[in-house]
């Protein structure tokens, strides 16, 4: 039986933290044994604010060398950068020309980027989610394993294929949101009413980063909100002990009952430890494999060749086939 595709892209920007790995990484690397998938570092998108060309370009080996780490195996799927494939600029052209600008304009993410880089609102931002449902079609993805964040977006891309499909024909596979349910959010360590962010910005000690070391992981942990009432109990009234119970269910792989029973009578300080240690246990052998992967650009620099390979030869089907729906000469 014919495998279902799976496409995913992630911006080359921002570190990523725990709760990405456990919302996204992880689940990538959990569907390349099911389905046909391609995963891109998505650096067309990454422009779209600005951003450093340096760094841009060391984060976008660093992101590739993270995902590799994390267990993505590009024998099993087909890991490549964005620019390197033509065809998503490409088919993007050709969708704007069957969106609306009121559609685009319409959009969450648009709107308030808008506001946060007031001073750079340019086309390529409100084109984004255009750009997005390129990179989507043209792999016929049936499935898009995204954050809640990015439904808006896949919803456009389904619009824009259905569109397409009715002015010129069946082209395209349209394509569902898999949006993973029963993975608890893990919220900041200092505010466990907010989302563990990105950004560093904030307090340095809220978010824990796929980059920080055993020590740093360890102490962020010792630092995290809890409460008075001194008991570790999976409660609604104890919103920093019960993310901090997520956490390590997450990467324990243990439930909240049975960590109530393993901390039973024991203090925060102790548990707060042993969610460090979860923690960073599973860290540890992930940075030091990512730093074995940067320190050998050219072996890097094959792996990355071949995605983009095979990512290259399955968008230029597409396009060809686009191409020659909409009229296009092509020799
Ligand atoms: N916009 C996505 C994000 O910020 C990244 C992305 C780009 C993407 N292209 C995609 C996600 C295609 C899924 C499919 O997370």
């Known amino acids: 039986m014919e495998r279902k595709i799976a496409y995913s892209a992630v911006q080359p920007s921002g570190n ?3 709760g990405n790995y456990v919302g996204a990484v992880r689940n990538w690397v959990e569907m390349q044994s ?14 779209t604010v600005r951003q450093d060309p340096a760094e841009l370009r060391r984060r976008t080996l660093e992101l590739a060398a993270l995902y590799i780490a994390c267990g993505l195996d590009p024998e099993k799927c087909a890991l490549y950068v964005q620019s390197q ?43 984004y989610p ?38 010129y024909g069946e082209t395209f596979t ?11 959010k893990i919220a900041s360590l200092q505010d466990p009413a907010k989302k563990m962010s990105k950004s560093e910005a904030e307090n340095p000690n809220a978010s824990v980063f796929l980059s920080d070391d055993r020590d ?26 019960a993310n901090l119970i997520n956490i390590y269910c997450a990467f324990r792989g243990c439930t909240p009952e049975e ?22 246990d599973v860290l540890d052998p992930i940075r030091e494999e990512q730093r074995r992967l940067l320190a050998d650009k050219s072996y890097l620099g094959d792996l990355l060749a071949r995605g983009r390979e095979r990512a290259a030869a ?18």
């Open 85 to 127: 494939v033509p065809a998503h600029a490409e088919l993007c052209w050709v969708l704007n020309t069957v969106t609306a600008v009121g559609e685009a304009s319409r959009m969450t993410q648009f709107k308030d980027k808008s506001q946060k880089h007031a001073d750079n609102v340019n086309m390529g931002l409100m084109d």
């Open 130 to 167: 255009v750009l997005m449902a390129a990179d989507i079609l043209l792999y016929q993805a049936d499935y898009v394993p995204v954050g809640a964040d990015q439904k808006q977006h896949v919803e456009l891309a389904r619009d824009l294929a259905i569109r397409f499909n009715n002015r």
């Open 174 to 184: 349209v394509p569902e949101p898999l949006i993973r349910k029963g993975v608890a």
């Open 259 to 280: 960590v109530e029973r393993e901390f039973k009578g024991k203090g925060y300080g102790d548990f707060k430890l042993a969610v460090g240690e979860a923690v960073a």
């Open 314 to 331: 399955a968008a230029r089907k597409t396009l060809s086939k686009v191409y020659r729906k909409v009229g296009f000469y092509q020799g």
């Open 34 to 47: 099911e389905y046909e998938c391609y995963y891109a570092i998505a650096n067309l998108h990454a422009i």
């Open 216 to 241: 740093t992981v360890l102490r962020k942990f010792k630092r995290a909100v809890t409460d008075s009432l001194g008991a570790v109990r999976y409660s609604e009234e104890q919103p920093g002990i």
């Open 16 to 18: 990523l933290t725990i």
